[in-house]
């Protein structure tokens, strides 16, 4: 969420960022609009009260002088009765301003770089040379039917499309990445935490993905509740309406968790296969820092998750994306897009993002600096350090062998225990 006072007071900024963004400028309109009445309505509020003031302190002198004051107590209540009839209306207009401001997306930051969709992505860095294989290179879905590690037909017959049914050592390479992950993650000062896979929505507000994004969540209706479409939301709100010592930042998290996400957008889009599925397995990291650190931190963060390819052996690319690519919450986002030879392309396999004081606002984590008044927000920055099922993939079509077996990467071979799935 933007700053109230930014977006009223500087609305050419908040309207410049929006075009970038290709954003309709209009979107403030209703806010703006409800700010003025507010404000003009405040006024007018304390200005009555001003007068009540003017009253009760003429009542308490016509009291003590023993003179009637029934005249002035009259209007003195209508004064009163008309200042609870607009402060009423003041509270609806405070509650419509607020969620005005929520539908109000991020501001970009200003090495972010300027485009309309992902074909103005910036390519910044690659690591690796894909594989050259000296026979025609296969999907992973045919690979994983081939060798009987992933059942597509019968999770349809289950649960439905976009489901899979891992088996055997396509389980165990699951969980393998999944320890893995979560090992390397710990051992980098990041604290694991395994939280609740379902939560209100106050959470799912605090870290944007309602109300704008309602449509792509799964929810329980009695009671209300939200699966979770990424660790991040849970892990997020450990602190929402917290104030932090500043001697407690950084805070670094990470976190496994199953995801579902109902893929609303992407009708015929991947269809097959696991890159979009209604559930999936991801690892996360999580920080919450001061203002001043959080590019730095952002920096460190992509280095963090890089670091898990870079093991793996598998090829990858960052790409900063664009400001017309860009989450609806975020700043600034880098996604890691791993090499994938059966559809001879770069997919995402991570998205990096440094949501600056947006996700904080909406949810109340501020930090306390030593000997200073006042709070501050906290920056909040994220990453998938994997999406698992997506580096199942990578793994899959880059370790595939003419003989149809797949070798497992060195890394992982202590959690599996063996050299390849055949």
């Known amino acids: 969420m933007l700053d109230v ?59 003590r002088d023993k003179k009637d004051a029934s005249s002035i107590l009259n209007e003195a209540k209508n004064i009163s009765d008309s200042i609870s009839e607009k402060e009423e209306r003041l509270r609806l207009l405070e509650e419509q301003s607020a969620q005005e401001l929520l539908l109000i997306p991020s501001i970009p930051h200003d090495s972010v770089p300027v485009g309309k969709d992902e074909a103005e992505n910036v390519e910044i860095r690659r690591w690796g ?33 976009r489901f899979s049914l891992m088996k055997g050592m396509g389980a165990k390479l699951e969980r393998a990445l999944m320890n893995f992950m979560l090992d390397l993650n710990t051992a980098k000062g990041y604290k694991e935490i395994f939280p609740p896979l379902l939560v209100n929505r106050n959470a799912m507000t605090g870290t944007g993905q309602l109300p704008k994004f309602e449509m792509e969540l799964f929810r329980t209706v009695d009671p209300e509740f939200y699966l979770i479409p990424t660790a991040e939301v849970p892990v997020t709100n450990i602190h929402r309406d917290e104030i932090l010592n500043e001697n407690d930042l950084p805070i670094y998290y990470t ?20 890159l979009r599925q209604h559930q999936f397995n991801k690892v996360e990291v999580v920080k919450f820092v001061k203002p001043e650190n959080s590019y730095d931190e952002h920096e460190r963060l992509t280095n963090d998750a890089e670091d898990i390819l870079k093991r793996l052996c598998l090829p990858y690319r960052v790409i900063a994306l664009c400001t017309g690519d860009m989450g609806f919450a975020s700043a600034k986002t880098y996604d890691l897009e791993v090499w994938l030879p059966g559809q001879q392309r770069y997919r995402e396999i991570s998205s990096c993002s440094n949501f600056e004081d947006f996700q904080t606002r909406r949810a109340g984590i501020r930090f306390k600096r030593e000997g200073k008044k006042g709070t501050e927000f906290v920056h909040t920055l994220n990453g998938s350090a994997l999406a698992i099922g997506r580096t199942v993939v990578a793994i899959l079509e880059n370790y595939q062998q003419k003989d149809g077996s797949v070798s497992i990467p060195d890394a992982l071979k202590p959690y599996m225990g063996i050299e390849a799935i055949k």
């Open 129 to 161: 040379t894909p594989r050259e294989l000296d026979f025609p290179p296969l999907n992973h879905w045919d690979i994983g039917e081939m060798l009987g590690i992933i059942d597509f037909d019968r999770a349809t017959k289950i649960a439905g499309a």
């Open 255 to 274: 976190a496994y968790t199953p995801c579902f996400r109902r893929e609303a957008g992407s009708y015929g889009q991947d269809t097959r296969g696991l």
């Open 5 to 63: 006072k930014l977006v009223r007071e500087n609305t050419a900024k908040v309207i410049d960022a929006l075009k970038r963004r290709n954003y309709d400028p209009s979107i403030l309109d209703n806010f703006l609009k409800i700010e003025n009445e507010r404000r003009e309505l405040l006024r007018v509020i304390e200005d009555r009260r001003e007068q009540r003031n003017k009253l009760s302190q003429e009542i308490a002198r016509l009291k």
